[in-house]
């Protein structure tokens, strides 16, 4: 599974971008046509709006992918200490390129579902496009948790499963078949019920089959 998710964001490294910015013609119609017109721009907006823009703490971006959406909002947070983690090591790569500048940011190769961090060690984590691709969701959702400080937030976006059938019927029949979304996905009873478990706090949006979400624990 490791290697199917690797190969599959090395392949796409470089229209990566596009696509989830609706950068040409072509990805404006895949967004419209398959995402009803979701903008993944103004869910990463609406996202990176939770941490302010004097935030001094410790940050996680678990997965950091290209940085695409966080270059510039991380740029600015200058008296942050941020990690940024993914599995690829291409997309970490594309990342570093967009972020080498800052002395306050590291990264990190490796799982989000064994995360190389002790407890308690962030007060705040990030997740943005990932946990639809993340194999063990549950694992996923336990690490994020462990590694966070009480009171700590855990700020995310993803795919849900369940909202349009056309949406549903791409991510099953190409974007799973390729290795850049892993089943199961939630749907959004499952997660609603997952996060609640987990913390006290759930401020929950639904954007056609995106989730948006600040928790607090
Ligand atoms: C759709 S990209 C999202 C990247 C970025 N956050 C964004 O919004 O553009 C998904 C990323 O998840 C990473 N990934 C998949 N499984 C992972 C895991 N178990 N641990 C860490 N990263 C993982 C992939 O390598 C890929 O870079």
């Given at each position: 599974?490791?290697?199917?998710?690797?190969?599959?964001?090395?392949?796409?490294?470089?229209?990566?971008?596009?696509v989830l910015t609706q950068g040409?013609?072509?990805s404006r119609m895949y967004i419209k046509f398959f995402w009803s017109g979701t903008d993944d721009n103004e869910i990463a907006r609406k996202v990176l709006?939770?941490?302010?823009?004097?935030?001094?703490?410790?940050?996680?971006?678990?997965?950091?992918?290209?940085?695409v959406f966080?270059?510039?909002?991380?740029?600015?947070?200058?008296?942050?200490?941020?990690?940024?983690?993914?599995?690829?090591?291409?997309?970490?790569?594309?990342?570093?390129?967009?972020?080498?500048?800052?002395?306050?940011?590291?990264?990190?190769?490796?799982?989000?579902?064994?995360?190389?961090?002790?407890?308690?060690?962030?007060?705040?984590?990030?997740?943005m496009n990932?946990?639809?691709?993340?194999?063990?969701?549950?694992?996923?959702?336990?690490?994020?948790?462990?590694?966070?400080?009480?009171?700590?937030?855990?700020?995310?976006c993803?795919y849900?499963?369940?909202?349009?059938?056309?949406t549903?019927?791409?991510?099953?029949?190409?974007?799973?078949?390729?290795?850049?979304?892993?089943?199961?996905?939630?749907?959004?009873?499952?997660?609603?019920?997952?996060?609640?478990?987990?913390?006290?706090?759930?401020?929950?949006y639904i954007d056609g089959s995106m989730?948006y979400?600040?928790?607090?624990?």
């Amino acid at each position: 599974m490791a290697d199917k998710i690797q190969s599959a964001y090395e392949s796409s490294k470089n229209i990566y971008d596009d696509v989830l910015t609706q950068g040409n013609f072509f990805s404006r119609m895949y967004i419209k046509f398959f995402w009803s017109g979701t903008d993944d721009n103004e869910i990463a907006r609406k996202v990176l709006a939770y941490i302010p823009d004097d935030f001094s703490g410790e940050l996680l971006d678990v997965p950091v992918g290209t940085a695409v959406f966080t270059e510039k909002k991380w740029s600015a947070l200058k008296n942050a200490d941020i990690t940024c983690l993914d599995y690829s090591k291409d997309m970490i790569e594309q990342a570093e390129k967009r972020l080498n500048s800052c002395k306050n940011i590291r990264f990190m190769q490796g799982d989000v579902g064994k995360l190389p961090m002790t407890d308690q060690s962030f007060d705040t984590v990030v997740s943005m496009n990932g946990f639809h691709a993340f194999p063990d969701k549950q694992k996923a959702f336990s690490e994020i948790w462990r590694v966070l400080k009480n009171g700590g937030d855990f700020i995310a976006c993803f795919y849900i499963r369940g909202k349009s059938k056309r949406t549903d019927w791409l991510v099953r029949n190409i974007l799973a078949k390729k290795g850049w979304f892993t089943p199961p996905f939630q749907t959004e009873e499952e997660l609603r019920e997952i996060l609640q478990k987990m913390y006290h706090e759930v401020d929950f949006y639904i954007d056609g089959s995106m989730v948006y979400f600040h928790c607090v624990k």
